[in-house]
Each structure stands twice: as C-alpha cells, then as structure tokens.
C-alpha cells in the first residue's frame, strides 16, 4: 500500500478545526443565566461575562448569549438543544455536560461581620459557631458538614432551586447578615467573595478548606461543552492555558477566593504567573 504523502494527511486532532461543531463559527455564543451575578447576567456585568469577552477577543468572533435561568433544564434548553455552545462556569465531576481544564478552584467560605468575635472562624467545627445562627442553602455539601457539627438546630435554610430571575439566595442571605438575623452565612466561594466585598463594611470571609468532616468543600470549575465537540474542547483548553493570568485577575476583582492544589490561596502576585 502506497503511504498517503504527508502534505495530503489529515491534521492532528489538536489543530482540527472546531467550527463544523459550533452553531455559528463567526460567534461565540455563550450559555448563561440572565440575572445571577456575580456569575453572568444580561447586561455583562458577571466575571463569567468577561471571561467571555476575553476570549471573544481572542477568537475574534463576535460574542452572543443564549440566556435561560440557571435551574433545572438550563443545559437540555440551552447547550444540548444547540442555541449555545459552552457553559461559562460548570463544576468538575458532573456529567451533563464535557468539561474542559478547569480554570479555576475554590471552595465554600463561611462569611462574618468584621469584629464580631467571629473573624478567625476556618472551620465549621468551631466551637465559637455553637448556638449561632447560620444561613445555609439547602442541600449543598457544607450542609452535611454543619450536620455533623451539630450546627442544624440553629440553622437558616435558604432554598437551592430557585428563579434567579426574581430570587438570589446568596443576596437573601447576606442581608440578613448585615442586618443581625444571622450570625454567620455560608456560600459557594464566588458568590461569598463577591457580597463580602461589596458590602460596606466589608465582611470577612474564610474558604472552608480545613474540614475533617463531611463532604468536600473545595471544587474546580472548568467550562461545559456538548460531549461530541472535543476540537472546541481542545480550543477552549488552550485559550485557558494561553490566558490563565488574565483569568485570574478577573476571578479576583471579583472577590473570588482563588486556592491552589494545596488549599493555599492565591494572591495577586501568584495569580498573575503564567502556568
């Protein structure tokens, strides 16, 4: 059999090009809830948002959103239904969607008032959190964590599946702190980082990374794709490595609580080194 000459071979996979897999390959359409900062909303204020610019820039296409509430049905409708072509923020370890590196890690963060007698807490096994009230939202991990701590009796439960179009948890909650319904609230890092510092005072917020009980805490969180598109995949990967500090510096002006793979967290310096 005569050898295919090389200049006649196809492409190795990392260079295939990924447009016969997207909706539009002039457009990066994006899938993202209309109203769920500090994550994305419809007028791009989210650091998913610009995330999303960044690389638009880079690919130079134009950016378009496919926006529908993040909650039940949000990849069927979206994503798997082709009106969109990646997920701006998805956590690894779940399978409706094929995920690209992750981009970054964090982990769920207990938020306190400045001063009071609470700032050093790092773990739900504090005995200082006995008898406090704590907001929680229902059924995420850090629940079982204060489950097992005793710290349920005491506890506010603000609902996970929600309408963010009319509803926010996280916002619910945070008001509540400030105002001395609760004494401390526990959020998905992102979510923590960003009332903590939008808050006036700032409240002081503490990544869950020593627990000894219970589930994880920590999660690192890369971009979704349909299971089919691995050429966007690999795009998606590289744009990541090329930008990782760019990322960063979006995640923490934000407030997000950046960790490496040692529960250690990044400041600006480490996060502006190239990986």
């Known amino acids: 059999m005569t050898a295919v000459p090389a200049a006649a071979q196809a492409p190795p996979p990392d260079s295939a090009d990924p447009s016969i897999e997207l909706v539009d390959p002039k457009v990066l359409r994006v899938c993202a809830d209309p109203r769920n900062l500090p994550f994305s909303n419809d007028k791009g204020e989210g650091f998913e948002n610009k995330i999303a610019e960044l690389f638009a820039v880079k690919l130079d296409k134009k950016l378009d959103y496919m926006f ?23 956590p690894q370890g779940d399978d409706l969607v094929q995920l690209t590196n992750p981009y970054y890690r964090t982990a ?60 926010s948890s996280g916002q619910a909650m945070i008001d509540d702190l400030k105002a001395g319904t609760i004494d401390a609230a526990v959020l998905w ?17 503490a990544p869950l990374v020593k627990e000894t009980v219970g589930p994880r805490t920590a999660f690192r969180i890369g971009m979704g794709v349909r299971h089919a598109d691995q050429n ?4 998606l990967n590289r744009l990541i490595q090329e930008n990782q500090p760019a990322i960063n510096k979006i995640l923490l002006d934000y407030g997000v609580p950046l960790l490496d793979e040692n529960d250690r967290p990044l400041g600006a310096d480490s996060a502006a080194k190239q990986p």
Do not use: E, S
């Open 189 to 205: 890092g992102p979510m923590a980082g960003y009332y903590a510092k939008r808050a006036d005072p700032p409240l002081h917020i």
């Open 108 to 167: 769920y963060a207990v938020v306190v008032k400045q001063g009071g007698g609470l700032d050093d807490v790092a773990t739900l096994g504090d005995p200082r959190l006995k008898g406090k009230r704590i907001g929680i939202v229902a059924g995420t991990p850090p629940a079982t964590n204060m489950a097992a701590n005793g710290l349920m009796v005491n506890a506010k439960p603000y609902p996970l599946m929600i309408d963010t179009r009319i509803d």
């Open 232 to 235: 966007w995949k690999r795009q």
């Open 68 to 90: 529908y509430p993040d909650a039940t049905g949000f990849v069927r409708m979206t994503l798997n239904a082709h009106r969109c072509d990646v997920i701006m923020g998805f």
